[in-house]
């Protein structure tokens, strides 16, 4: 066994918590969002929060991100959002512009509450970092705001990147 990433790619999942939680004990923050990815999933929630809190505390933006999945699963959408806006624009953005992933979520988000105008404008920037999801859901939300042909370029070019629902 190498590291955590390789015994968690090779399925034993014992060992790779054990490596994880021995190096986010001793303050590694990557393992921080690793152990609380992998304990989540195991459903054991409220130890998954305080990883990914900790981990969050020092600016990751994946453990924000995972947070901000968590909240919303637990349907506390305005928690979730506020995880989801921190991770899609972090301070200072000079250095990192963002976590593509939330920044789609949020668009999906603010797009179910309505709020489409901002929903298109955080949908297009994760579009236009390549994120497929974000394509495929912008060009919906512009074909339903009866921009079609602006709808047509993302869903082309999400089909295009070999996106399922995109065709």
Do not use: C
């Amino acid at each position: 066994m190498n590291t955590a990433s390789d015994t968690d790619e090779h399925g034993d999942i014992d060992d790779a918590e054990a490596v994880y939680r021995a190096a986010a004990e001793a303050g590694d923050i990557a393992a921080m969002t690793q152990l609380a990815m992998l304990i989540d999933e195991n459903a054991e929630y409220e130890e998954a929060e305080m990883w990914y809190r900790r981990a969050t505390d020092a600016g990751d933006t994946t453990a924000m991100a995972g947070l901000a999945h968590m909240l919303r699963a637990a349907e506390d959408l305005d928690g979730a959002e506020s995880w989801w806006r921190r991770a899609a624009e972090p301070v200072p953005a000079e250095y990192y512009p963002g976590h593509i992933s939330a920044m789609y979520r949020l668009g999906v988000l603010l797009a179910g509450r309505g709020d489409l105008d901002e929903a298109e404008a955080w949908l297009e920037r994760a579009a236009g970092r390549d994120n497929k999801p974000a394509m495929a859901r912008l060009g919906e939300l512009l074909h339903d705001r009866g921009d079609f042909e602006a709808a047509e370029t993302w869903r082309r070019r999400a089909a295009g990147n070999e996106y399922f629902w995109a065709q």
